[in-house]
């Protein structure tokens, strides 16, 4: 089963403009990591932002920040003023417990972000 | 400080050939994860190691293997390469495999078989 879900598989935004990529997650453990990486065309993947089960604020990192709803179990990530060198694929993704491993990232399809002149 | 390292970061190989892939973690970090990227299957995770061990495995065919050396540093190795082994490999590397340890990248080695 998907455990990671982005419904988005492309979207343009206007340079300067707020973006906003769904993601929702599936999982039965009260202990879970949620994370967003950006992959530019280079290939290389680049850790934005990190949110724990357990944290009660939602994070943010610069430019970057995470809406998390429990409840709805969804982990949005909201980019705001884009830049061009925003355009990018971006991933969500989790982490679960596994007897003796936290190191398995599950990830979601991605989206493919477009920021236009 | 450095990054993580990834070599080659291209290879061309023939069906039924074997490869070598080659993860240099950023200094400290012990838990090194290989990843697979395809355009279909989009990323799969392959295997995790820490402190020289494998701690979890995808599903994935015996043909995919791996390694981690005391240094930390770790290789994988695709025997009897087939057409669909063509992909991104990203390697990351973690201090620890912890619930809130972000995983940090390589640029990934694209492995094309023909």
């Known amino acids: 089963a998907q455990k990671i879900t982005q419904t988005q598989p492309g979207m343009f935004v206007q340079e300067k403009e707020a973006v906003t990529l769904d993601c929702t997650y599936d999982t039965s453990d009260q202990s879970y990591g949620l994370f967003w990486y950006k992959q530019p065309s280079s290939g290389e993947m680049i850790f934005l932002i990190y949110?724990?089960?357990?944290?009660?604020q939602n994070a943010t990192e610069g430019r970057y920040s995470l809406n998390f709803q429990k409840a709805r179990k969804s982990a949005n990530l909201v980019i705001s003023a884009s830049q061009l060198g925003d355009s990018a694929m971006y991933f969500c993704a989790m982490r679960e417990p596994v007897t003796d491993s936290w190191g398995k990232l599950q990830f979601g399809a991605g989206t493919q972000v477009v920021v236009t002149p | 400080k450095a990054g993580v390292t990834q070599t080659p970061r291209y290879l061309i190989k023939t069906r039924g050939q074997q490869v070598t892939l080659s993860c240099s973690p950023i200094?400290?970090?012990?838990?090194v994860s290989w990843y697979q990227q395809t355009p279909g299957q989009g990323l799969q995770f392959l295997f995790e190691y820490f402190s020289e061990t494998q701690r979890n495995k995808g599903n994935f065919p015996g043909r995919f293997s791996g390694r981690q050396f005391s240094n930390s540093r770790s290789e994988m190795n695709v025997s009897t390469l087939e057409l669909g082994d063509s992909a991104l490999y990203l390697c990351a590397s973690s201090f620890r495999p912890n619930m809130n340890t972000e995983a940090f990248f390589g640029q990934g080695t694209r492995l094309t078989v023909v």
């Open positions: 200094s400290g970090h012990r838990s």
């Open positions: 949110q724990g089960s357990y944290d009660e």
